[in-house]
């Protein structure tokens, strides 16, 4: 089976940089997403990563390594619209996509 | 706005009844997803359809069913409804079968079973 930790919850202040990080164990998988979810919303496509490496999309980046069983989500300058829930999710392969608890994150003045 | 839409909105119903929830994906997305959120277990993926025919089952009871018609819109069915299937239904849809595309979520049905 498949295994997705992410932290529960993180806080961070107005214009900082914050990293939100995804372990996973898994006997393969095609690719990892990355969702925002504000509160009581649906979720939002921020990003999928095939290739190991870092990917860049505006103020958000992903970054994916598979021999480490390990992404992270990267904000920058982060503005007070970030607080949400971010979604770490792995596409199996079976046409499966299964998420992780997701991340809530505070984002403070 | 993804171009997804749910309805109803907002559900409330009793224990032991059967509920049918419906999903239009976006113009042109042959695929449609279902998940169940609920608080203490996060996204669960439920079921996935393809041009009208079943491609993947995740954590889906018995109780429920699903189909899509040859319109692409899809029903989800809950019966024999328990108190710990309340929770936000999402149906999501992408434009081929494969899930590493990425998938647009509606705004979801909020299901409370009393």
């Known amino acids: 089976g498949q295994n997705i930790d992410q932290p529960t919850e993180m806080t961070a202040t107005e214009g900082a940089i914050v990293q939100i990080n995804c372990t996973y164990q898994t006997s393969g998988f095609n690719g990892l997403f990355w969702y925002q979810q504000h509160a009581g919303e649906a979720p939002t496509f921020l990003s999928y990563n095939v290739l190991d490496g870092l990917e860049e999309k505006g103020r958000f980046s992903s970054f994916l390594s598979r021999s480490k069983g390990y992404s992270y989500l990267l904000l920058k300058e982060l503005q007070m619209k970030d607080s949400a829930s971010y979604l770490c999710?792995?596409?199996?392969?079976?046409?499966?996509?299964?998420f992780g608890a997701g991340t809530r994150l505070f984002v403070k003045a | 706005d993804s171009g997804v839409t749910q309805t109803p909105k907002h559900l409330i119903t009793a224990t032991g009844q059967r509920v049918t929830l419906r999903c239009s994906p976006r113009?042109?997305?042959?695929?449609v997803y279902w998940y169940q959120q609920s608080l203490d277990q996060g996204l669960q993926f439920l079921i996935q359809?393809?041009?009208?025919?079943?491609?993947a089952k995740g954590n889906i009871l018995e109780r429920f069913s699903a189909q899509q018609f040859p319109d692409l819109h899809s029903e989800l069915n809950l019966s024999s409804l328990e108190l710990g299937d309340s929770a936000l239904y999402f149906c999501?849809?992408?434009?081929?079968?494969?899930?590493?595309?990425?998938?647009?979520f509606g705004p979801g049905t909020r299901l409370t079973v009393l």
């Open positions: 359809y393809y041009n009208g025919e079943e491609r």
């Open positions: 999501a849809s992408s434009m081929s079968g494969r899930s590493d595309n990425e998938q647009f």
């Open positions: 999710a792995l596409y199996t392969g079976g046409f499966k996509t299964i």
């Open positions: 113009s042109g997305d042959l695929s």
